[in-house]
């Protein structure tokens, strides 16, 4: 299984804290090199699709900054940048396939790490050959560094000696990738990222052959039911406002630049902010969730694809929280990782219309909404998303669901996921499911 160890690394001396800089700010500007030479020839007119791209001089580049980085390192921030070049001619093309549906905005190539005059962002990668990790009582980080910087740390052997904070969560595993190491402006620490592969005697297994379907909302995140009876519904209209406002406040900042400038040191803290938050929830929802469905026996979660949901709700903001706020393709990946541990699949499958048909009736187009509650003329009234969770679960395993406990319903409070008022267990930690005990009530109104 792949998984990643992310930890904070410091520098053991203040020379060494300038090493680790100038190798970081090094690989960000043969990064912006290497790409400044294929974006011109990808928007030369005489070109052909972009495929000269491939022609620019990485040799050249690799020998100008070896120096500093290595070779190996110098190799590795080229091929990483024509990884993101292969990648939005993979994406362009699927955007411009009729039959394919998943690659709903054009794609944009990559894009620079910051400049010289207003800083650029400090992000490097290391091969997996160069570097070593181990893990104890004074945990450290090695790596090779050029030859113009080996007199200038005060690590032996000539490799970058640099100290781990923090037990890694994969502590032992088969084989490591490529490491890539930056510095986090809003927290002002070094992180690095380990990828690693780790054995599947690690995955647990699930406790039965149960069922859960995941309806992914514009205002609630997820919503889900079991076929055990359970639903959870993660609420995200607070997260949204505060992405929402941070998205504000950097356009506010971003009017304000000089002519010519097109970021600041603000800006760019902003921006990494905003994501950090967003990843935090995000995680944190995936593990809770993952958790919740382990302890209730399911084995296979069904979650809907972003297509339909854009059909059934498009609108500017609901296209701003699919795409830019909650990641949704990143979201269904990092929920598949999670769910791996447990044993339990993620399938991606088609929702259309569940959030319009009605469970007593069936109709579709005798439905209607305002804002949670979904309504039909037959006398149905039920919480949408809800509802389209149950809807869906009913349709991929083709038989009834059964009657709805009350639902749990959880908020964010910028660190875990918590039980509201409305739910079992109000404003309190997750405990163990087996001893909670269901009031029987229906959670998506008269469905059952």
């Not at 396939?97 to 709903?104: L, M």
């Not at 304000?256 to 935090?280: A, V, W």
């Not at 509201?420 to 997750?430: E, L, V």
Request: charged content about 30%; hydrophobic content about 30%; proline content about 3%.
């Amino acid at each position: 299984m792949k998984r990643t160890n992310t930890f904070a690394v410091r520098p053991l001396t203040g020379d060494d804290e300038q090493v680790l800089r100038q190798v970081l700010d090094a690989s960000a500007a043969l990064w912006n090199e290497i790409n400044y030479q294929r974006l011109i020839r990808y928007n030369d007119e005489d070109g052909f699709e972009g495929e000269d791209v491939w022609d620019a001089d990485t040799g050249q580049l690799e020998g100008q900054y070896k120096g500093v980085l290595g070779a190996s390192t110098a190799q590795q921030v080229i091929a990483k940048n024509s990884e993101a070049w292969r990648s939005f001619f993979r994406l362009k093309e699927q955007f411009h396939d009729p039959d394919n549906q998943q690659v709903t905005e054009h794609p944009e190539p990559p894009g620079f790490r910051g400049n010289e005059d207003d800083g650029r962002v400090l992000k490097g990668v290391i091969r997996k050959d160069a570097y070593t990790v181990e893990w104890g009582d004074r945990s450290r980080l090695e790596f090779v560094v050029g030859e113009e910087l080996r007199d200038k740390h005060s690590s032996p052997k000539g490799r970058f000696r640099l100290e781990i904070v923090g037990d890694p969560n994969w502590p032992e595993y088969d084989e490591q990738s490529r490491l890539e190491l930056w510095y986090d402006e809003t927290d002002e620490v070094f992180r690095a990222s380990q990828p690693v592969t780790v054995s599947d005697d690690t995955q647990a297994t699930p406790l039965a052959e149960e069922s859960a379907a995941l309806d992914i909302g514009a205002n609630n995140l997820v919503a889900c039911t079991t076929t055990t009876g359970e639903q959870y519904l993660y609420e995200g209209r607070e997260l949204f406002d505060r992405f929402r406002d941070t998205t504000r406040e950097i356009a506010r900042l971003q009017s304000k630049l000089k002519e010519g400038r097109y970021t600041s040191q603000r800006i760019r803290q902003l921006y990494h902010q905003r994501t950090r938050r967003r990843d935090h929830a995000q995680a944190a929802l995936c593990r809770d969730l993952t958790e919740r469905l382990y302890d209730e026996g399911v084995d296979t979660v069904y979650i809907g694809g972003l297509t339909d949901v854009l059909d059934t709700h498009w609108s500017v903001e609901t296209n701003a929280k699919t795409h830019n706020f909650w990641a949704f393709k990143q979201f269904t990946g990092r929920l598949a990782t999670t769910a791996e541990e447990y044993g339990i699949a993620v399938e991606v499958r088609s929702e259309a219309w569940t959030s319009q048909e009605c469970p007593r009736c069936g109709s579709t187009n005798r439905t209607h909404r305002r804002e949670d509650l979904l309504m039909c003329q037959c006398g149905f009234e039920g919480h949408a998303d809800l509802t389209a969770s149950e809807t869906f679960l009913a349709r991929q395993t083709e038989q009834a669901v059964r009657p709805m406990a009350r639902p749990v319903r959880l908020e964010w409070d910028s660190h875990e996921w918590l039980e509201t008022s409305h739910s079992h267990r109000p404003k309190q930690q997750r405990t163990d499911q087996s001893t909670v005990t269901s009031d029987g009530n229906l959670a998506a109104g008269e469905s059952a």
